[in-house]
């Protein structure tokens, strides 16, 4: 979104909602899973180097390969009146355990002498910072914990 806009979510039901510069309705983003948390963490930022701000959700209570409240993070885009998850499978923990609730806290802040900006995610006594990310960058670099 390269105007202003009001994001608010819901994490009860798994929605959130991003209201446009002028427009009477917000448009509503959400995911199939239930019980995710989805919206509980919110922050957007330039990940790409585009100029255009990705919208980054955070889902800490995602089940993820079974295991439970892992949790996930989703990254948006904005692009001909919709938001779209830029990959396929959201972010997560390589090898989740039980109540990890990955996606409980986000940050996008810039990094290094180029301003590059980092997403920052937090997580239960953990946190990770994503220098590049799968669709936005060539590698997926994590370093934290």
């Known amino acids: 979104v390269t105007q202003a806009a009001l994001v608010y979510s819901a994490p009860s039901i798994n929605t959130v909602y991003v209201r446009l510069p002028g427009a009477t309705d917000p448009i509503a983003i959400t995911v199939p899973t239930t019980g995710s948390n989805f919206g509980y963490a919110l922050a957007a930022g330039d990940l790409d180097g585009d100029d255009v701000p990705e919208l980054v959700i955070g889902a800490p209570k995602s089940d993820i390969d079974g295991t439970t409240d892992a949790g996930a993070v989703y990254i948006s885009r904005y692009a001909a009146g919709a938001f779209t998850q830029i990959a ?23 990094w290094g ?17 994503y220098f590049r990310l799968p669709g936005l960058y060539d590698d997926d670099v994590r370093t934290g914990r």
Do not use: C, Y
Request: glycine letters at 10%; aromatic letters at 4%.
């Open 88 to 110: 396929t499978d959201p972010l997560r923990v390589s090898s989740p355990s039980a109540s990890d609730l990955f996606g409980k806290s986000l940050a996008i802040a810039p």
């Open 113 to 129: 002498k180029t301003g590059q900006n980092v997403l920052v995610v937090g997580a239960e006594g953990k946190v990770f910072t």
